[in-house]
């Protein structure tokens, strides 16, 4: 069966402190990965995917198939990321697969 | 730049009503969710749609309906509703897969 599993339900991390949200996930074929992140009082979007190997806001994230891994890192955490962070991934048939979700905290 | 709209933020709603959920999207996607999202359980998808008229059930379908006439508009119908419907629900629309899926501002519904 198709599943994204966050371990982590909260993390807290001092500003300037690294990051790590753990995602790993099941599939059979070949996935497509994104993270998707909630700040307070807005809506649920985009931060990145994994074919775009891009950075946003300082963050990224590798795919590793042999782990079945798409962790989100981040070097020197801001207040400003506090928010529900989301891994998810697309199958063949339309549906989006999401994870339970992390809340991130950063303390100051 | 709003791209997908939800009807409305907060709903209360008795025990055994009758209760529709609206979003319109203006970005001409095919796709179309329907998501319920509750605290420690993430996102569970209710239905989806891939085109007008079609619709396919997601996880946890049971106790809702959708309908979708038009492009821009799906709709969650819950046919009868119960305390345990009590949730945020998202909607989203998107390209299909690997691409981005956007999503309304949710509806925060209670049944009492």
């Known amino acids: 069966a198709q599943r994204v599993t966050q371990p982590e339900k909260l993390l807290s991390v001092f500003k300037g402190a690294p990051v790590e949200l753990k995602c790993n996930y099941s599939y059979s074929g070949s996935p497509e990965l994104f993270w998707y992140v909630q700040y307070s009082r807005q809506r649920l979007q985009l931060l990145l995917r994994h074919i775009s190997r891009e950075s946003i806001k300082g963050f990224t994230a590798d795919l590793n198939k042999g782990e079945t891994s798409f962790h989100l890192k981040k070097p020197f955490a801001q207040e400003e990321d506090s928010a529900m962070y989301y891994c998810?991934?697309?199958?063949?048939?339309?549906?989006?697969?999401f994870g339970t979700g992390t809340r991130l905290k950063v303390l100051a | 730049d709003v791209k997908v709209t939800q009807s409305s933020r907060y709903l209360v709603k008795r025990t055994g009503e009758k209760v529709f959920l609206e979003c319109v999207q203006d970005?001409?996607?095919?796709?179309m969710f329907w998501y319920r999202q509750d605290p420690g359980l993430g996102l569970r998808l209710i239905y989806f749609s891939y085109d007008v008229k079609m619709k396919e059930k997601g996880d946890i379908p049971e106790g809702y309906s959708v309908s979708r006439e038009k492009k821009e508009r799906f709709s969650l119908i819950l046919e009868s509703a119960s305390t345990n419907q009590t949730s945020m629900y998202l909607c989203a629309a998107g390209g299909g897969p690997g691409t981005e899926a956007f999503f309304g501002q949710g509806t925060r519904l209670t049944v009492v």
């Open positions: 970005m001409d996607h095919e796709n």
């Open positions: 998810a991934l697309t199958s063949g048939t339309y549906k989006y697969i």
